[in-house]
């Protein structure tokens, strides 16, 4: 509100530049910018009707504000059907119907998500359906879609290669988002090996 520019240092030593310009973050892997989370908007189609954010968008605020911002990280899919159509495993019983619409499910939601592995598939009205899910590709997923940063990030990539229905968020533990369809990269958030290297002077 102020348009200042506001640095923090945690005592574990990273450091975080916030500002107009969104999140500058520092840690043991470099530097790493987080845009503001209105570019993501922009950036995914189908986060927004009028003024509104739709499930897509609430799931993105969801991911990149409660999981990405506290390292936690998981593998969201929003399903038009509210069920996977793609190969897949179900480990855990069927959740309580939490809501991304609803502000109090989502310190639930999120504690859930820090204790479990396999993704999390929500609703078309963005309704919590099932956790703790196992991605299996096709043998088709596997030799067309090439690995894609980490396991996580992979499985995502291949399974939404499978089941193009699916839009799948990914976070990573260290705070990046990424967006998938259709086997295709939609966003993602810049990480170092992503930014320019920085000029130099030359004598």
């Known amino acids: 509100a102020s348009g200042a520019h506001v640095v923090q240092r945690h005592p574990s030593g990273l450091v975080r530049v916030v500002g107009a310009h969104g999140v500058v973050r520092r840690d043991v892997t470099g530097w790493r910018h ?6 993501w908007l922009t950036q995914v189609p189908g ?7 739709t499930p897509l968008g609430r799931l993105l605020d969801f991911a990149v504000h409660d999981l990405g911002a506290r390292g936690i990280g998981a593998t969201l899919i929003l399903h038009p ?28 939601l999120r504690h859930a998500l820090a204790q479990t592995d396999g993704a999390t598939v929500f609703d078309p009205t963005g309704a ?3 956790m703790g ?17 980490g396991t996580r990030h ?6 939404s290669h499978d089941d193009p229905e699916a839009t799948v968020v990914v976070v990573s533990a260290d705070g990046p988002v ?11 958030s810049p990480t170092p090996a992503d930014s320019p290297a920085p000029a130099t002077d030359e004598a």
């Not at 987080?34 to 570019?39: A, G, I, Q, S, T």
């Open 34 to 39: 987080e845009p503001p989370f209105d570019r």
């Open 47 to 53: 986060c927004q009707h009028g003024d509104h954010l």
């Open 81 to 108: 059907r509210g069920e996977l159509t793609g190969a897949h495993e179900m480990v855990l019983p069927a959740p309580p119907e939490l809501r991304l619409d609803r502000p109090h499910d989502l310190a639930p």
């Open 128 to 130: 919590l359906r099932s």
């Open 133 to 149: 899910v196992h991605l299996v590709p096709s043998r088709e997923a596997e030799a067309t879609v090439g690995a894609l940063r």
């Open 154 to 159: 992979t499985s995502a990539m291949r399974y």
């Open 178 to 188: 990424t967006v998938v369809r259709a086997g295709l990269l939609v966003g993602f």
